[in-house]
């Protein structure tokens, strides 16, 4: 293992640890110790991330909110810089890795200052603000996906297509066949991604309980809800004497996903590139609202196969569910062949892939 490491820093979510962890992982099997810095959630990973150390550095987010809040954002973000100086001095990696989200600005601002070769990944099929900014500076540039928007043409040069890193859990369960239907049963997954999605549980159960009592005898349904939400989404579904499984978290939500025959989600980068990876069929819903409409673009490398439905969440009604739940109750053999569709836009070995791209920026030898 070297001594010097590759220093990785990531927003303190999963969509961004997830991918983190998966280039940690591809990493030390190619003998480079990893470390990890984020802001103060990072530190509640530490026991569980696959590094050498973790580390807390203050940032905040500048877009959005009132002048005087986005001053204060700007203010936590230059202390954070300074700190990150003093943090890259101290370790001295061999390169720098960001994952998006504002936590990755001052480790990367500092990297480009003190002159730290530096790679971003985009998890989107839209760059996010807080690498577009980092871009200009960036010695190379990783896409989760084949077609990303929302850069500037002086940095395509920069651009090498790698995938989204997966899992280990998730190459696992890609190798999963999807459920038969001989049992006439058709297996459904709600998830509503990191963030939550309260309209799952405004919506799906609803939508099943208005299909007819013989459609709901054939359906198993595995949600993931906000805590709050577990209760009356439990109590709708037992009230429509439908088979089901509740949880606020799962451990499992990859083998879950293999699990499935249907998918229905919001269009986050790593939803996206799991459903990709293990091939099954969606309903997206992708997230309104968000500043660069990164899970629109993102649903849209699913639906250009024919392997996902997306639904804005202003037509997301339980009515407009039923008729998509109907179709695939009466014509389930569709979605295995939707499922193979997704495949296509997979990309099993991206952590390899952005490994590689790593070692040879930071002039590592293998």
């Known amino acids: 293992m070297s001594?010097?490491?590759?220093?990785?820093?990531?927003?303190?979510t999963g969509g961004h640890l997830f991918p983190a962890e998966a280039l940690a992982h591809a990493l030390q099997k190619r003998g480079v110790a990893v470390e990890l810095v984020s802001d103060s959630r990072a530190l509640k990973f530490g026991a569980d991330f696959p590094a050498r150390a973790v580390?807390?550095?203050?940032?905040?987010?500048?877009?959005?909110?009132?002048?005087?809040g986005k001053a204060l954002a700007a203010l936590t973000l230059a202390r954070g810089t300074w700190s990150a100086r003093g943090l890259l001095r101290k370790i001295n990696p061999l390169a720098v890795v960001g994952f998006g989200g504002y936590p990755t600005v001052p480790?990367?601002?500092a990297a480009a200052q003190l002159k730290f070769p530096s790679v971003l990944h985009e998890q989107n099929a839209v760059m996010g603000r807080a690498n577009r900014f980092l871009?200009?500076?960036?010695?190379a540039i990783a896409t989760g996906f084949a077609d990303v928007s929302g850069f500037d043409a002086r940095i395509r040069s920069k651009l090498t297509h790698v995938g989204n890193p997966l899992r280990p859990m998730v190459i696992e369960a890609a190798g999963l066949p999807t459920p038969g239907f001989d049992d006439g049963l058709l297996r459904l997954l709600v998830t509503g991604g990191s963030q939550g999605a309260r309209v799952m549980s405004d919506i799906v159960p609803q939508a099943i309980a208005a299909?007819?009592?013989?459609?709901?005898?054939?359906?198993?349904?595995v949600q993931q809800a906000r805590a709050e939400d577990c209760e009356r989404a439990t109590?709708?579904?037992?009230?429509?004497?439908?088979?089901?499984?509740?949880?606020?978290?799962?451990?499992?939500l990859p083998l879950r996903i293999a699990q499935?025959?249907?998918?229905?989600?919001?269009?986050?980068?790593?939803?996206?590139?799991?459903?990709?990876?293990i091939g099954r069929a969606s309903i997206l819903v992708p997230l309104p609202g968000s500043l660069d409409q990164d899970q629109a673009g993102n649903a849209a490398v699913l639906a250009k196969p024919g392997a996902a439905d997306v639904v804005l969440q202003a037509d997301f009604t339980p009515q407009a569910l039923s008729r998509l739940l109907m179709e695939a109750l009466d014509d389930p053999e569709v979605l295995t062949e939707r499922g193979q569709a997704a495949k296509t836009a997979g990309v099993l070995d991206a952590a390899d892939r952005l490994a590689a791209l790593v070692t040879r920026v930071a002039n590592i030898n293998p």
């Open 260 to 277: 499935s025959h249907l998918v229905i989600g919001r269009a986050g980068a790593g939803t996206v590139s799991e459903l990709a990876a």
């Open 235 to 252: 109590a709708a579904y037992k009230a429509a004497g439908v088979a089901h499984e509740v949880a606020a978290f799962f451990k499992d």
């Open 3 to 12: 001594e010097r490491a590759v220093l990785l820093a990531a927003g303190g």
């Open 211 to 221: 299909l007819p009592a013989e459609s709901r005898a054939r359906l198993r349904v």
């Open 135 to 139: 871009s200009a500076n960036a010695t």
């Open 107 to 109: 480790p990367l601002l």
């Open 55 to 68: 580390h807390a550095i203050a940032a905040a987010t500048p877009s959005g909110g009132s002048i005087f």
